[in-house]
């Protein structure tokens, strides 16, 4: 699926059309050059499942989990990682395979530990305003 967005306030129809195309995935993950508006899409995402905390990039402590009408939702940031192993150490599994939404930043960063089905999201800058964002579901 190929969606197009012109600005932020296209945003949260967006967030609806990706959750609708994933269906039952709760796995997903961005794709994007640094400042193409990874975190501010999952903010969107996170507000169409309910979550009224503060959505932020977890830059530094690589996880932050928000509460979500009916179940947590975690946002991961990988970007700082050193190796795959920092992952591990986490113990990344817990979240991965909890049924919970992951919305992961940085994926290419734990190429080997993602799981084989999720939602690929990928965030190509046309402009300062522009985006075109790639949707495929991956099983």
């Given amino acids: 699926m190929d969606l197009h967005t012109t600005s ?13 195309f994933a269906g039952n995935s709760r796995i997903f ?12 899409l999952i903010k969107s995402l996170c507000e169409k499942l309910g979550v009224s905390d503060s959505v932020t990039s977890p830059t530094f402590s690589i996880v932050n989990e ?28 817990e979240y991965f395979y909890s049924g919970n939404y992951c919305f992961i930043e940085w994926p290419e960063k734990i190429a080997n530990l993602i799981p084989d089905s999720f939602t690929g999201v990928r965030i190509h800058v046309l402009d300062a305003n522009s985006r075109q964002i790639t949707v495929e579901n991956i099983s």
């Fill in 29 to 40: 993950l961005f794709y994007g050059d640094m400042g193409a508006g990874k975190t501010t």
């Fill in 8 to 20: 932020t306030a296209d945003l949260p129809k967006t967030a609806n059309q990706i959750l609708n």
């Fill in 66 to 93: 928000y509460k979500g009408t009916d179940s947590p939702v975690y946002h991961f940031d990988f970007y700082r990682l050193k190796d795959q192993n920092e992952a591990l150490d986490m113990g990344y599994e």
